[in-house]
């Protein structure tokens, strides 16, 4: 259809016949006139309806219009300043395509179960449509920062033979009579990667099956990893600040009028520039204890550990060489204290806790033959993983981030269940 055009152009065609495809966000009428807020995915007009406009039959339909209902709305583009967007349609001619029955999900407040419950309607909504549009962003942030410094995109397997974190949060298949496990991450695969070019990273969704409720946790996310070849922890670091900091900036530039609509404090994302703080495990330890908090020297750090030392500063706070018992087999220690891993987690302010995870790993084939049989893993499934040391070995590090961790620091949501489209949980697999 001649200048059938998407919301976000309207500017395009002030003073012009257009055509907007789309669903009714909502209507209001005041006697001759009906207020129809039309929403195509990329924004919000309002259109007029007037009673000599339209003809007859059109006119009433309109009063009756459900919500969702999907229609063609033909008008003038005009620009008017008080209306969403600057610029309303002035209806000539509205095609109905279909009726909607009684929308469920209506301006009334709901419990999260029943939202959660029509998670496939509840994506329709402003504030949610906003939290998707600045995942979008950074998602697309995260690869332009890889793809323009010279790494190289690797798949890694969704379908693994062993485990990387761990086997107590592993699910397990059966992969054609031998056991199989969902990724719960790439990491062992970069690493290999890196080998071969340099500087690479993976993008995908990995799973964790945690049982755990905490606000913080999904059994499905999305993570990218970035794995380096003759890199140290110092300089592993380095890039998780400097990318960290390219994101948060990307969405202030690109996502002003969602941050608006999520009513985020802007503020404490504009103090996301580096350098960030760096402390060692030790002196975190020394916070929480000054704090008065109880805390067993030698433990990972709870929820309420992480907000203590990241509410002590005013951007993400970088926490390094954890004892290396609550560490995985791959980390390197500390030549300086064996005891220490170099590792890194990076913690993010306003009680949001870790985003990122990662650390220098053992570039040592002996000693990682025998961390593997510490930790009791089967041999043969790193036999390839072992190969790395064997042809080559360099110092290497890199790290994960978990995506919807970041969107929900960014968007500053209480839980992360609203940070994924279709969010998977210990008792949620539907929709």
């Given at each position: 259809?001649?200048?059938?055009?998407?919301?976000?152009?309207i500017g395009q065609f002030k003073d012009k016949e257009a055509t907007v495809s789309g669903w009714l966000y909502n209507r209001r009428s005041s006697g001759k006139i009906h207020f129809l807020m039309l929403r195509d995915g990329t924004g919000i007009i309002q259109a007029v309806a007037g009673k000599n406009d339209i003809n007859e039959?059109?006119?009433?339909?309109?009063?009756?219009?459900?919500?969702?209902?999907?229609?063609?709305?033909?008008?003038?583009?005009?620009?008017?300043?008080?209306?969403?967007?600057?610029?309303?349609?002035?209806?000539?001619?509205?095609?109905?395509?279909q009726m909607s029955?009684?929308?469920?999900?209506?301006?009334?407040?709901?419990?999260?179960?029943?939202?959660?419950?029509?998670?496939?309607?509840?994506?329709?909504?402003?504030?949610?449509?906003a939290i998707m549009r600045i995942r979008h962003s950074i998602i697309r942030a995260c690869r332009d920062y890889y793809?323009?410094?010279?790494?190289?995109?690797?798949?890694?397997?969704?379908?693994?033979?062993?485990?990387?974190?761990?086997?107590?949060?592993?699910?397990?298949?059966?992969?054609?009579?031998?056991?199989?496990?969902?990724?719960?991450?790439?990491?062992?695969?970069?690493?290999?990667?890196?080998?071969?070019?340099?500087?690479?990273?993976?993008?995908?969704?990995?799973?964790?099956?945690?049982?755990?409720k905490t606000r913080r946790h999904l059994t499905e996310f999305w993570m990218i990893e970035p794995e380096i070849a003759y890199c140290d922890l110092d300089g592993n670091m380095d890039i998780a600040e400097e990318f960290i900091e390219f994101i948060v900036q990307r969405v202030l530039e690109e996502?002003?009028?969602?941050?608006?609509?999520?009513?985020?404090?802007?503020?404490?994302?504009?103090?996301?520039?580096?350098?960030?703080?760096?402390?060692?495990?030790?002196?975190?330890?020394?916070?929480?204890?000054?704090?008065?908090?109880?805390?067993?020297?030698?433990?990972?750090?709870?929820?309420?550990?992480e907000t203590y030392i990241s509410d002590q500063f005013d951007r993400p706070v970088m926490v390094h060489r954890y004892p290396a018992a609550v560490k995985a087999f791959y980390m390197k220690a500390d030549q300086e204290d064996p005891t220490k891993a170099m590792c890194v987690d990076v913690?993010?302010?306003?009680?949001?806790?870790?985003?990122?995870?990662?650390?220098?790993?053992?570039?040592?084939?002996?000693?990682?033959?025998g961390k593997i049989k510490e930790h009791q893993l089967p041999m043969?499934?790193?036999?390839?993983?072992?190969?790395i040391r064997k042809y080559g070995s360099v110092p290497h590090s890199g790290f994960g981030m978990g995506i919807e961790r970041a969107v929900a620091w960014i968007c500053g949501l209480k839980?992360?269940?609203?940070?994924?489209?279709?969010?998977?949980?210990?008792?949620?697999?539907?929709?």
């Open positions: 259809m001649k200048n059938e055009i998407y919301i976000e152009d039959d059109t006119f009433e339909k309109c009063k009756e219009l459900p919500q969702e209902s999907s229609l063609k709305v033909t008008g003038l583009v005009v620009e008017d300043k008080r209306a969403p967007g600057g610029y309303e349609l002035q209806v000539k001619k509205i095609e109905f395509i029955e009684d929308y469920p999900i209506t301006p009334k407040d709901h419990g999260t179960t029943f939202l959660m419950d029509h998670r496939h309607l509840w994506l329709r909504s402003s504030k949610q449509h793809d323009t410094r010279g790494y190289v995109l690797i798949d890694a397997p969704i379908f693994t033979p062993a485990a990387c974190e761990g086997t107590s949060t592993l699910f397990e298949t059966d992969y054609f009579g031998s056991k199989a496990y969902l990724t719960q991450s790439g990491q062992l695969y970069m690493e290999a990667a890196a080998m071969a070019f340099g500087k690479v990273y993976c993008f995908g969704p990995t799973f964790r099956a945690e049982k755990s996502r002003k009028e969602e941050l608006k609509i999520l009513e985020r404090d802007t503020s404490k994302l504009e103090k996301v520039i580096r350098p960030f703080p760096r402390i060692s495990y030790d002196e975190a330890v020394k916070m929480l204890k000054d704090g008065g908090l109880e805390f067993e020297y030698g433990n990972d750090f709870g929820s309420p550990d913690l993010a302010p306003e009680g949001y806790g870790e985003v990122i995870g990662g650390g220098q790993r053992e570039d040592n084939l002996d000693i990682l033959l043969e499934a790193f036999d390839w993983y072992l190969d839980h992360i269940r609203e940070t994924i489209p279709f969010p998977r949980t210990i008792s949620r697999i539907q929709p």
